[in-house]
Nanobody
């Protein structure tokens, strides 16, 4: 089992930055692909970014490309999401997710992930 706990959410003005962290326990993340998803009120959960367990392959949703950066530190069992130039439409609960995958594989669909965190709220004011 893998337990995931997100942190770093909060209230920020448009144009500002936040850095989300996801700390894992229970198992080493070295063999797990990971991702960040978000869910805004009244909307379905959507992929934001994903990263292979090697860290060498990343994916970004078009809506965040060029503004967000996903990274991981397997030695610290942690996943990060640096969010810059935030917009009000980025307001959502952000979730990290993990599942075992091949070395360079990324997972971009909800059903591909077995382990999920509880989420952290990000609110961007205009």
């Amino acid at each position: 089992q893998v337990q995931l706990v997100e942190s770093g959410g909060g209230l920020v003005q448009a144009g500002g930055s936040l850095r989300l962290s996801c700390a894992a326990s229970g198992r080493t993340l070295s063999f797990y692909a990971m991702g960040w998803f978000r869910q805004a009120p009244g909307k379905e959960r959507e992929i934001v970014a994903a990263i292979s367990w090697s860290g060498g392959i990343t994916y970004y949703a078009d809506s965040v490309k060029g503004r967000f950066t996903i990274s991981r530190d397997n030695a610290k069992n942690s996943l990060y999401l640096q969010m810059n130039s935030l917009k009000p439409e980025d307001t959502a609960v952000y979730y990290c997710a993990a599942d075992r995958a091949a070395f360079s594989k990324i997972l971009t669909r909800e059903y591909e992930y077995e382990f999920w965190g509880q989420g952290t709220q990000v609110t961007v004011s205009s």
